[in-house]
């Protein structure tokens, strides 16, 4: 079986002769229906366009927890590459990216030219096309902060749409593009400053780790590598080697909750403002407190010993087992706290 973790082939492998699990970093998931790779837009597009039926498209497989039955459509791997430099002016840069670039080669390229506003994105798993999708953030940065604008194919319109971030929805870890197959994310240009130091930190824990102040700017290759080690000590950084890496990241989203519904919660809650007045809580400190701490496990399954918001496959796991341990979490949360939390990954022929 091919290595989930190791850069993707372009040839495309026969109809079921693979289960799915070699294409997602959980290393789980059924057979496909059939399978097609595509190196450029133009055959992605093309794909979609011709297809009978419902397309899944993977790339990373990051972000993504398919059923043990597998998805009896077609799938496209998608594997358009590039980055290129398409404006500048005398404080930014102008770059697009095209969909199946590996994101965190991205974010070294643009370390090393100078561009600024991704370096705290070092180590998230995935292409550049997925971000978009769900807005991905960590340590005080999010893609939307950058992101210019996403070029996509439009299904119900069959044409390419160049979309602006209004267009796009971005909310917290959302988008128009998450839990609807109506786009095909082609590409995305991000508007980055030009400066050899990071964007403002932002996120206490790298400030700390940083030995910076909130608001201060430190060298980027600086800002990456500290990112990395804290990603590695969670497990978060890719690792064949390490079975807490075989996740999907966080599973759950944090919980925002009405400021009214927070102040009812006894005790001393972390949490932070968030949009509208309302109040987002750390899923993880629910979780532990809710009887489930690192390493609690399931069925092959369990919960990362170094994270708890990353839900793990040991091997010999399944999509089925990893549902019913995020279902047995997701009870306790709601019987402790009242709280319901919400799977971050886009659930594909399963569901919680």
Not at 27 to 53: F, W
Not at 91 to 97: A, N
Not at 113 to 122: H, P, Q, R
Not at 223 to 248: F, I, N, Y
Request: charged share 20%; aromatic share 8%.
């Amino acid at each position: 079986m091919p290595d989930a973790y190791a850069d993707h082939q372009t040839d495309t492998p026969p109809a079921g002769e693979y289960p799915l699990a070699a294409y997602t970093t959980l290393r789980l998931g059924g057979p496909a229906g059939t399978v097609t790779t595509a190196v450029h837009a133009d055959e992605a597009v093309a794909t979609v366009r011709n297809s009978s039926g419902k397309v899944l498209v993977l790339a990373g497989g990051s972000n993504v927890v398919i059923g043990d039955a597998g998805f009896p459509g077609e799938v496209l791997l998608l594997r358009n590459r590039g980055v290129e430099v398409a404006g500048e002016d005398a404080t930014s840069v102008l770059v697009r990216v095209e969909a199946g670039e590996p994101w965190d080669g991205f974010v070294q390229q643009a370390v090393d030219n100078g561009w600024s506003g991704v370096e705290c994105l070092s180590g998230i798993p995935g292409s550049a096309g997925a971000t978009p999708i769900q807005n991905v953030g960590a340590y005080g940065q999010e893609v939307a902060h950058t992101i210019e604008a996403v070029r996509a194919y439009d299904r119900v319109a069959d044409e390419i749409r160049t979309m602006t971030p209004a267009e796009c929805g971005f909310g917290y870890r959302s988008s128009v593009f998450k839990h609807s197959d109506r786009y095909l994310v082609l590409g995305v240009d991000f508007r980055l400053a030009k400066s050899a130091d990071s964007a403002p930190i932002r996120y206490a824990e790298l400030a700390r780790d940083l030995g910076a102040s909130a608001g201060d700017r430190v060298p980027m290759q600086q800002a990456r590598d500290t990112v990395l080690k804290l990603r590695a000590g969670k497990g978060m950084v890719l690792d064949p080697e390490d079975r807490d890496t075989w996740s999907v990241g966080s599973f759950f989203t944090n919980p925002v909750v009405a400021a009214e519904f927070f102040a009812s919660i006894p005790g001393e809650v972390p949490h932070w403002p968030a949009a509208d007045g309302t109040v987002k809580i750390p899923a993880a400190w629910l979780i532990e407190r809710s009887g489930f701490p690192k390493g609690f496990a399931g069925d092959g399954v369990a919960i990362s010993t170094k994270h708890t918001l990353a839900l793990t496959n040991r091997g010999g796991g399944t999509t089925e087992a990893l549902l019913d341990l995020a279902r047995t979490i997701r009870a306790g949360v709601r019987d402790r706290f009242g709280v319901d939390l919400h799977p971050e990954p886009v659930l594909i022929n399963c569901e919680m």
